[in-house]
Every structure is written in structure tokens, then in C-alpha cells.
Nanobody, 123 residues
Framework: VQLQASGGGLVQAGGSLRLSCAASGGTFSTYAMAWFRQAPGKEREFVAAISWRGAATSYADSVKGRFTISRDNAKRVYLQMNSLKPEDTAVYYC??????????????????WGQGTLVTVSS
């Protein structure tokens, strides 16, 4: 499975961005998907996850109520980010696992990773 993340950029605090992750190869419809992020000098952290049918989602406390993860049948997963804060600045990575019901927040539980897209939120 190959994952390609896009949609990052520079935005002012309070603004919005939508990240997209395109999957190719594999059986996308059976994979759980997630977004992680890594800020400079920090460890990679969980942001959100969605189950293979999209029926279940999970969010980090720091983004609940502001970010929304979704997926469609065109092999894409999205992260809608609203009310962005400077502390949301990071490289955002999409990830996939063949364990379709997995909503784990641990990076080691995911089998495939995209290359990352940079989100910068200015104050």
C-alpha cells in the first residue's frame, strides 16, 4: 500500500485546512486509517483514526472538537482541521493498518505510512 498525503500549508491561527491522503495498492476499503503528526524536536503523536467502514473514529484530546477524520470510496482519507492553533504546527502523516477495526493511538500498530505534509500555523 502506498500513501500520499497532501493539503498542508501555512495558515493563520483560527483558520482551517483539509488534509488528504490518497491510497494505492492493497485493499483500502478494509484498512483502518489514521493521522499522526510530528512537531520539530518532538515525538510523533496520534491525531485521529477511522475504522475500515468509517463507523468508528478516535481523536487525541488535543484536537477533539476541532478536527474531523473521514474517508470515502475513492481510496482517500481526510483530516478537516478547524480553529487551528500554533501548537498544531507539525508534519502530518497518514497511516494504514490491515486491522480494519483498529483505532489504536500507537504508531507501531500501523503498517503503512505516507511521506508527510507540513502544516504551519502562524500566531
Amino acid at each position: 500500500v502506498q500513501l500520499q498525503a497532501s493539503g498542508g500549508g501555512l495558515v493563520q491561527a483560527g483558520g482551517s485546512l483539509r488534509l488528504s491522503c490518497a491510497a494505492s495498492g492493497g485493499t483500502f476499503s478494509t484498512y483502518a486509517m489514521a493521522w499522526f503528526r510530528q512537531a520539530p524536536g518532538k515525538e510523533r503523536e496520534f491525531v485521529a483514526a477511522i475504522s475500515w467502514r468509517g463507523a468508528a473514529t478516535s481523536y487525541a484530546d488535543s484536537v477533539k472538537g476541532r478536527f474531523t477524520i473521514s474517508r470515502d470510496n475513492a481510496k482517500r482519507v481526510y483530516l478537516q482541521m478547524n480553529s487551528l492553533k500554533p501548537e498544531d504546527t507539525a508534519v502530518y502523516y497518514c497511516a494504514a493498518t490491515y486491522r480494519g477495526s483498529n483505532l489504536d493511538n500507537r504508531a507501531a500498530e500501523y503498517d503503512y505510512w505516507g511521506q508527510g505534509t507540513l502544516v504551519t500555523v502562524s500566531s
